[in-house]
């Protein structure tokens, strides 16, 4: 009888103990920026945004800047394998 009590209140333990963490982990997600709290969804926003950037030019620029990071980049990594390592100071 008293195995089967303390197996009965490890059980119970276990359970509080995962209700517990559950609790927990959906109390960190509410009211985050990743949480959506809209009726329709945040789909329309991300896609408002995304032509605000195309129409204002905003998304042209950043792409320009990108390539023009990994064109320096390739750059680098040609000047390093032709000397054998990265200068100090790229600048």
């Not at 303390?6 to 509080?16: E, P």
Request: proline content about 3%; aromatic content about 6%; overall charge positive.
């Amino acid at each position: 009888m008293r195995k089967l009590i303390s197996l009965a209140a490890s059980g119970v333990m276990a359970v509080a103990v995962l209700v517990a963490s559950g609790v927990v982990v959906a109390a960190q997600t509410v009211g985050t920026p990743n949480s959506c709290n809209k009726i329709n969804g945040c789909q329309w926003d991300f896609i408002y945004e995304n032509q605000m950037m195309m129409q204002s030019g905003l998304m042209t620029k950043a792409m320009e800047e990108a390539r023009a990071n990994k064109e320096a980049f390739e750059r680098l990594r040609e000047w390093e394998r032709t000397h054998g390592a990265a200068p100090s100071n790229p600048r």
